[in-house]
């Protein structure tokens, strides 16, 4: 199957600073979302960012996709302790159906 | 406001057990989907149901099963349960998207964490 990978796997910040993920595909996307997981809880979507658009933003949040490298990154600025969590990426595959194909996930630690 | 609800946050099993997992679903969505999550894997698609007495095979279906008799309710059957069956499993479910303008933004249940002895 077609995951996705993310980068970095890791990631520990202070608070206040910014965080960058970076996902990537090996073929062709539609529709990128981001999901954040709390330890041991389910995930909980939060954006969406269709295969015409470059940017989005919510609140905090800053998501870019470039089609041409099949790749997308999701920024968040001035993080905050609650921001602790795992960051997945998940994406529509040209030939996959309708199916998410999610990445593997960064693992984001925010320190007082 | 819980929308997705798995029935068991941790189980424990024995190899060779049947194991039901149950999720039910109050939003009156169309598509229903079990994954299983591993550390460094993800998660991987194990089989999804996109209407009532549907269902087709994800990633990776072997030694799984699944029923889907009515629209809220989705169920991941585990025939005989392997060690390798451990696991985190995460039910989801979204309305109907139509490819490729639309897309399937999931709700996510709170997971059941299976363990097999």
């Known amino acids: 199957s077609q995951q996705g990978e993310e980068d970095p796997q890791a990631l520990s910040i202070q608070e206040g600073e910014n965080a960058t993920m970076n996902c990537s595909y090996k073929?062709?996307?539609?529709?990128l979302q981001w999901y954040r997981q709390n330890s041991g809880r389910g995930l909980v979507h939060l954006i969406l960012i269709r295969s015409n658009e470059r940017e989005k933003h919510s609140g905090r949040l800053r998501v870019t996709l470039d089609t041409s490298k099949k790749s997308s990154s999701l920024l968040i600025t001035a993080s905050r302790a609650a921001d602790t969590a795992s960051y997945f990426c998940?994406?529509?595959?040209?030939?996959?159906?309708?199916?998410?194909?999610f990445g593997t996930g960064t693992q984001l630690k925010v320190e007082l | 406001d819980v929308k997705v609800t798995q029935s068991s946050r941790y189980l424990v099993k024995r190899t060779g057990e049947k194991v039901f997992l149950e999720c039910v679903q109050d939003?009156?969505?169309?598509?229903m989907f079990w994954y299983r999550q591993d550390p460094g894997l993800g998660l991987r698609l194990i089989y999804f149901?996109?209407?009532?007495?549907?269902?087709e095979k994800g990633d990776i279906p072997e030694g799984y099963s699944v029923s889907r008799e009515k629209k809220e309710r989705f169920s991941l059957i585990l025939e005989s349960a392997s060690t390798n069956q451990t696991s985190m499993y995460l039910c989801?479910?979204?309305?109907?998207?139509?490819?490729?303008?639309?897309?399937?933004?999931?709700?996510f249940g709170a997971g059941s964490r299976l363990t097999v002895l």
């Open positions: 989801a479910s979204s309305y109907r998207a139509h490819f490729p303008s639309g897309a399937n933004v999931l709700t």
């Open positions: 939003m009156d969505h169309e598509n």
């Open positions: 998940a994406a529509i595959l040209t030939g996959g159906g309708n199916k998410l194909t």
């Open positions: 149901s996109y209407d009532v007495k549907m269902k």
């Open positions: 073929t062709s996307i539609n529709n």
